[in-house]
């Protein structure tokens, strides 16, 4: 992949899910479930840590033995099939981004990941046509029948949703239409972690916009809420795609009202500036996400024999409004790697939304168990 690569914006479409007219779902096929060979979202978690100016470590973390608790994770956007819409096989792109993103939560919970049929890499740079409103209903049609069999055979259980880009845009609706009207369901949420797409909010408050009752996080131990961001390592562009509202006519943005796209640092709910939890996954990613992460990294992307690593370069985040956008401004501590937006500004570090704070993202979720579980 080239450094002028330009994504072109159906990026956004593909991440905000309308609805549409209803059709037919497949059955489902689950990418990661328990008790399920493989399973992308269960692995070692053999952890090389690395300091400066200190040797090398291999830890391994506890998991849990019996979670409570559940995670239903929906992946971003990784098909690279030649379609508008993906097939519900599994390929090795699918994989990847579940052992990239998902996994590591089996240290806190059980985690259910469906297959869906979503808008193609191939769809979002503009070489398979323009995509259809029915076209765009078959991933929400096939997460919905996924989230229906999860709940059907898992009533009574505190589940945490975590999302990511086209993933997050599917479970926002998930949330409005399924969780939000049902008051079981969403005394039953733990969170939601809509990473990597913009959950609008009045300016100043924390309810109201995307979502009508579910608030966002404000604390470590509030449950029932929502973490939700974006990440730069520079000023986002005026036509950056994260950090910002779009309004949408049809959908529940209110006219006349100003919004903002909700920002919470999972290393610093409260506010303010934190050092984040940066755990990456050290097997190397395929295809043309596999190019964009080495424009991200600035050259070979960080690895070591484990499965996991902690890298040496460290990094902080804050919260902060930034030419109209309302992001997690994400800046090196001493001589840290330069990150760089890929595969262009416009999308900030949307590559690494959950693995720049993966550590921090899995403290956050014990602490809103136990808070859960005193509850």
């Known amino acids: 992949m080239r450094r002028g690569l330009k994504f072109a914006m159906p990026v956004a479409m593909a991440m905000s899910v309308m609805a549409a007219p209803a059709v037919a779902h497949a059955d489902t096929v689950w990418l990661c479930r328990p008790g399920a060979s493989p399973n992308p979202c269960k692995s070692s978690l053999k952890t090389t840590v690395r300091t400066e100016g200190k040797a090398a470590k291999v830890v391994k973390p506890k998991a849990v033995k019996k979670p409570k608790f559940d995670c239903f994770y929906v992946y971003p956007t990784v098909s690279e099939q030649p379609n508008v819409v993906a097939n519900l096989d599994i390929d090795p792109a699918e994989v990847s981004i579940a052992q990239q993103q998902a996994a590591r939560f089996s240290q806190v919970c059980k985690v259910y990941a469906p297959i869906y049929r979503q808008i193609t890499l191939r769809a979002i740079l503009g070489g398979a046509g323009q995509v259809t409103p029915e076209e765009r209903e078959l991933g929400y049609s096939d997460v919905l029948a996924a989230w229906q069999e999860y709940r059907a055979a898992n009533a009574g259980r505190g589940f945490i949703l975590i999302g990511h880009s086209q993933g997050s845009g599917v479970l926002k609706r998930l949330i409005r239409e399924q969780i939000e009207p049902d008051p079981v369901a969403r005394q039953e949420m733990v969170s939601a972690l809509i990473t990597g797409s913009s959950v609008a909010v009045p300016k100043g408050k924390t309810v109201g916009g995307d979502f009508s009752q579910i608030p966002i996080c404000t604390r470590p131990k509030q449950t029932g809420c929502i973490i939700s961001y974006a990440t730069f390592s520079q000023t986002p562009p005026e036509n950056s795609l994260f950090g910002r509202v779009r309004f949408v006519p049809g959908g529940p943005l209110q006219e006349g009202v100003e919004y903002e796209a909700a920002c919470t ?3 610093a709910l409260k506010g303010g500036s934190a050092e984040l939890d940066t755990i990456l996954r050290t ?20 690895s070591a024999k484990t499965d996991w690593l902690k890298p040496s370069s460290r990094y902080k985040g804050k919260c902060v409004t930034s030419n109209g956008a309302n992001v997690l401004r994400v800046k090196g501590i001493g001589d840290a790697r330069k990150l760089t937006g890929s595969p262009n500004p416009t999308w900030g570090l949307h590559l690494v939304d959950i693995n720049i704070v993966l550590g921090d993202l899995i403290d956050v979720v014990r602490s809103q168990q136990k808070a859960y579980s005193a509850r």
């Not at 097997?283 to 960080?302: E, M, Q, R």
């Open 265 to 267: 640092n999972p290393a």
């Open 283 to 302: 097997t190397p990613v395929p295809g043309l996400l596999g190019g964009a992460a080495s424009i991200l990294w600035g050259g070979k992307v960080p």
